[in-house]
């Protein structure tokens, strides 16, 4: 984890673990460990406590470790609500995000769409914890869970003849309540990273 990031996880845990920690595991929600919080994200164990964040029992890559310690930040008690899902332009102040979650959530996953459809039953049984409705949309879709209250789905389009592969993520109901625009933007972008590092 670069440095910057490693500094702003720290301060977050501070205040993270600077609260009720048996109401922290509730609204997480997660099963507690000691002082550690434990709970799936991004398809992997992860683990919480005041001196770092494990995810898949190492120290998480890149900007991973930040969007977890924002979510532990942020989370409130209130439960998620799935549908109706919505997109991203639908969330709160998301116009100055928009661009760059077109590019690097929705168009980078659309090469892949073809190899994808033969994986998604893999892929959502290691990201998803809880069950929820299937999908329905496009030629076949999918959702997965990259944090306990927060929800993805992802309408794909196969390429034909008259039109290339295309990808739509949507975002559950509430997702804001648990992560500002600009942190859930980045949650669609690493979902999709470890989507194509499992193809």
């Known amino acids: 984890m670069q440095d910057n990031y490693a500094k702003l996880v720290k301060e977050n845990l501070e205040k993270v673990f600077g609260g009720n920690l048996d109401e922290l595991a509730a609204n997480l929600p997660a099963e507690k460990s000691g002082n550690t919080l434990v709970f799936q994200a991004f398809g992997e164990e992860c683990r919480v406590s005041p001196d770092g964040i494990a995810l898949g029992g190492k120290p998480p890559e890149s900007i991973l470790g930040l969007l977890v310690s924002l979510y532990a930040l942020q989370v409130t008690s209130e439960p998620c609500l799935y549908e109706p899902f919505r997109a991203f332009k639908e969330l709160p102040d998301s116009m100055p995000y928009a661009g760059a979650f077109m590019t690097h959530t929705q168009q980078v996953l659309e090469p892949h769409v073809a190899k994808l459809?033969?994986?998604?039953?893999?892929?959502?049984?290691?990201?998803?914890?809880?069950?929820?409705?299937?999908?329905?949309?496009g030629d076949f879709s999918f959702r997965l869970q990259p944090l306990p209250k927060i929800w993805l789905e992802f309408i794909c389009y196969l390429p034909d003849d008259?039109?290339?592969?295309?990808?739509?993520?949507?975002?559950?109901?509430?997702?804001?309540?648990?992560?500002?625009?600009?942190?859930?933007?980045?949650?669609?972008?690493?979902?999709?990273?470890?989507?194509?590092?499992?193809l």
Do not use: M
């Open 117 to 137: 459809e033969n994986r998604v039953a893999q892929i959502t049984a290691a990201f998803n914890i809880d069950s929820v409705p299937p999908s329905e949309g």
């Open 162 to 198: 008259d039109f290339p592969a295309a990808v739509t993520c949507l975002y559950s109901q509430n997702a804001h309540r648990f992560l500002t625009t600009d942190a859930l933007a980045d949650v669609g972008e690493y979902t999709v990273k470890k989507i194509i590092a499992a």
